[in-house]
């Protein structure tokens, strides 16, 4: 159980806040580089809190800035993408991917007014697949967390993104749940699945009460689930990593490995970031298409905008099994094919994850009144994610940094995955496996 306060700080995110303070300390995902085209449509983003407009000038280059106009306040969003900047469609200023204003098209010639005009802007940086984006002091820019996911070669890479309306911490901490796999992702007819999926669900529901182990690191942590596993005397372990902030990486038992990022929109929504890779070789047509059923990250999807409550639209991509839809619940499939009558993992998970009610009356995507939860020994890996990041964000109020943001190497891990052994705790799997939990090397 946590404290309503320490609820509250771990939940808001928006400027000012201590947790919306340390995801500032990070380079995030902003969005999917491919989503960008040279003078092509913008993307509305709001990220922390904060309202934004990513696009890619005539160059190439990106630029993430704040989505109105610094003349009259006219969304940029509608502006055209021409000749290196975004012109505004209600008068015609013309701004860089800098933020600055290059031209005010209804000031006479000569006019230097435009050289006083920035919009606010922040550094981006194009890697990986990805547009990052960094929102905190200059002086304290990180390094880019050297994700194996990123490092490869584009081709051996799946990403996705979409919106999950939960606050930031539902979703993450779900990544270390082990305990809900034999529930939730359940199945009892399971030939549609890839063979790696129906080794890890049929794992996964022949114990149900998994030994969870956490050991930290200075990264994290990575937990490992111990389960007893069929027609063998040794154990399955599943393991999985928390990178701080927001990274997992959820290990399957070979490639391609896969994990999410859960950057926040704001208090009750959040930009889920998949991606699914092979640390050798190109991913194949069939491993790209299994990815896109669905059946598990990402869900299945549409590109598509969303309102926020406030007004404010994204462009983002949308589930299209969600709240609206029931998550396409099926009661006769929940009678013999899967526990839920819900097609696909995420499906499932945000079932549960968008419906919980919410400690301060906001109907959908709440934060989670953590005071009524009574939480067990498989909670263990989500108490210490909490934890973590509450003293991170405690201990950065008092004016002490993290230190995890200039050690951009530190994210440099490969998944241990699952594994049969006779190992029978964490510390001596991690010790009898030369490469678990070992610096990649790509
Ligand atoms: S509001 Fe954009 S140019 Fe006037
Ligand atoms: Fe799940």
Redesign the pocket.
């Known amino acids: 159980m946590l404290s309503a306060a320490n609820n509250e700080l771990l939940g808001r995110v928006g400027p000012g806040t201590p947790m919306g303070e340390l995801f500032r300390r990070y380079w995030l995902p902003a969005v999917i580089a491919s989503e960008l085209v040279a003078d092509g449509d913008p993307v509305r983003l709001r990220i922390l809190g904060e309202d934004l407009l990513a696009f890619r000038n005539s160059d190439g280059d990106v630029g993430i800035i704040e989505p109105y106009c610094a003349h009259k306040l006219a969304p940029l969003y509608f502006g055209r993408n021409e000749a290196c900047g975004l012109r505004c469609t209600y008068h015609g200023w013309k701004f860089d991917i800098n933020g600055r204003c290059v031209e005010m098209a209804n000031a006479p010639a000569g006019d230097t007014y435009k050289d006083e005009i920035q919009l606010k802007h922040y550094p981006t940086q194009e890697w990986g697949g990805v547009i990052w984006i960094y929102m905190g002091p200059e002086e304290l820019t990180p390094q880019l967390p050297q994700l194996e996911w990123a490092r490869v070669n584009d081709d051996q890479r799946h990403l996705s993104r979409w919106l999950q309306r939960t606050n930031w911490c539902q979703g993450v901490e ?2 270390f ?1 082990n305990s ?2 034999s529930f ?2 359940s199945w009892q007819d399971m030939s549609h699945f890839p063979n790696y999926l129906q080794e890890v669900i049929e794992a996964a529901q022949f114990d149900g009460a998994p030994q969870i182990e956490v050991k930290e690191t200075d990264y994290g942590f990575i937990t490992g689930a111990r389960r007893r596993s069929p027609d063998t005397d040794q154990y399955h372990w599943m393991m999985s990593q928390w990178m701080m902030p927001t990274y997992s990486l959820v290990g399957n038992p070979g490639w391609p490995q896969g994990g999410r990022v859960w950057v926040p929109i704001d208090d009750y929504h959040t930009t889920c970031f998949a991606f699914a890779y092979h640390g050798e070789r190109a991913l194949t047509e069939a491993e790209v298409a299994s990815i896109e059923t669905g059946v598990a990250f990402p869900p299945r999807l549409e590109k598509g905008v969303f309102q926020l409550p406030d007004g404010y639209v994204l462009d983002t991509f949308l589930p299209t099994a969600n709240r609206e839809s029931n998550y396409l619940l099926d009661r006769e499939v929940q009678q013999g094919i899967n526990f839920t009558g819900i097609y696909g ?2 499906e ?2 945000r079932s549960v994850q968008e419906n919980m009610p919410s400690a301060d009356g906001v109907p959908v995507g709440g934060l989670v009144d953590r005071t009524r939860e009574h939480l067990v020994a498989t909670d263990l890996p989500g108490v210490t994610l909490r934890r973590r990041m509450i003293q991170a964000a405690k201990a950065l109020q008092k004016g002490e940094e993290p230190t995890l943001p200039q050690q951009g190497d530190l994210y440099h891990r490969r998944s241990p995955g699952q594994r049969l052994s006779t190992c029978a705790t964490l510390e001596s799997l991690l010790e009898d496996s030369a490469e678990a939990d070992s610096k990649a090397e790509v």
């Open positions: 779900g990544e749940d809900h796999v939730l992702h993992a995420n499932q998970d």
